[in-house]
T-cell receptor, first 115, second 115 residues
């Protein structure tokens, strides 16, 4: 079956530091890949996505590139802010048919950014 | 009104109680989902409804009973739960599982505690 593995957290950084959160996946076929973010007290919201190999998703200064050869989708940001403190989830969606809405999530990585 | 609204936000119940969680989406979407978020575990898909029809039951125990009377409303009826069922229950919606490319819109969740 499909699976997503994220780096263990929590991750604690100072403001303006560089962020990387690793994500690797196992899937049959060619899944779509996503990063969702959950701010304190809120539901998850889509941060960025990539639907095919070598695509780069980007939003709010965050980027992730779909690497089929390494089955990875690492999240990066060049300069984090305190407001980026949240839980980040990597996820994949099975390709084809009616499976797009059925996401497989990683366990989440807690990010805390200090001033 | 916000996109996906869940009530109640917090619920405490005994193992012999019967209660219900409610979800309403104001986005005109056709698919709705229940996910379970437990501490230190990945989000688990529970149920999927597409155009009011259940298309996925991810081996969920029968003490959880979903109901989808229309494309805008989704309920999760709870009875004779166990303490290990304590979790955050997240409702989500999407335009259509076939075309959404995995972009789900989540509510803020209902925090359930079973005593």
């Amino acid at each position: 079956g499909n699976s997503v593995t994220q780096m263990e957290g929590p991750v604690t950084l100072s403001e303006e530091a560089f962020l990387t959160i690793n994500c690797t996946y196992t899937a049959t076929g060619y899944p779509s890949l996503f990063w969702y973010v959950q701010y304190p007290g809120e539901g998850l919201q889509l941060l960025l996505k990539a639907t095919k190999a070598d695509d780069k998703g980007s939003n709010k200064g965050f980027e992730a590139t779909y690497r089929k050869e390494t089955t990875s989708f690492h999240l990066e940001k060049g300069s984090v802010q305190v407001s980026d403190s949240a839980v980040y989830f990597c996820a994949l969606s099975e390709a084809g048919g009616t499976s797009y809405g059925k996401l497989t999530f990683g366990q989440g990585t807690i990010l805390t950014v200090h001033p | 009104e916000t996109g996906v609204t869940q009530t109640p936000r917090h619920l405490v119940m005994g193992m012999t109680n019967k209660k219900s969680l409610k979800c309403e989406q104001h986005l005109g979407h056709n698919a709705m989902y229940w996910y379970k978020q437990s501490a230190k575990k990945p989000l688990e898909l529970m149920f999927v409804y597409n155009f009011k029809e259940q298309t996925e039951n991810n081996s969920v125990p029968s003490r959880f009973s979903p109901e989808c009377p229309n494309s805008s409303h989704l309920f999760l009826h709870l009875h004779t739960l166990q303490p290990e069922d304590s979790a955050l229950y997240l409702c989500a919606s999407s335009q259509d599982p076939d075309s959404s490319f995995g972009e789900l819109f989540f509510g803020e969740g209902s925090r359930l505690t079973v005593l």
